[in-house]
């Protein structure tokens, strides 16, 4: 069974940054499609940002959710069996429960296959 174990939350100040970082304990050259989620407060998961074909392009093709568009960076370091969210200018509406997931794309759209346990993240005003 994978495994994915995230790191480098915590709580920061308005303006502030984070890397998230998501062991995969398989090869993660194996997974042409990975994602970040996040669980606000009271609501329900949503995607963030996805990555795919990263083996093949420099950087992968990413996508992002338009509330973090120019602010996040999504990439994989397959020497590190790595996956990283680069998140900067954080909000407080940035906070909640960040989860890194593993998946494929169906008719265009990223599904998830699993999750990881979650690493909180919290943003202060």
């Known amino acids: 069974q994978v495994r994915l174990l995230e790191s480098g939350g915590g709580t920061v100040q308005a303006g502030s940054s984070l890397r998230l970082s998501c062991a995969v304990s398989a090869n993660i050259f194996s997974f042409n499609d990975m994602a970040w989620y996040r669980q606000p407060p009271g609501k329900q998961r949503e995607l963030v940002a996805s990555?795919?074909?990263?083996?093949?392009?420099?950087?992968?093709?990413?996508n992002y959710a338009d509330s973090v568009k120019d602010r996040f960076t999504i990439s994989i370091d397959g020497a590190k069996n790595t996956m990283y969210l680069q998140m900067n200018s954080l909000k407080p509406e940035d906070s909640g429960v960040y989860y890194c997931?593993?998946?494929?794309?169906?008719?265009?759209?990223?599904?998830?296959?699993?999750y990881g346990q979650g690493t909180q993240v919290t943003v202060s005003s």
């Open positions: 990555i795919r074909h990263w083996r093949q392009i420099a950087g992968g093709v990413t």
């Open positions: 997931s593993r998946g494929r794309n169906m008719g265009g759209k990223y599904v998830s296959d699993s």
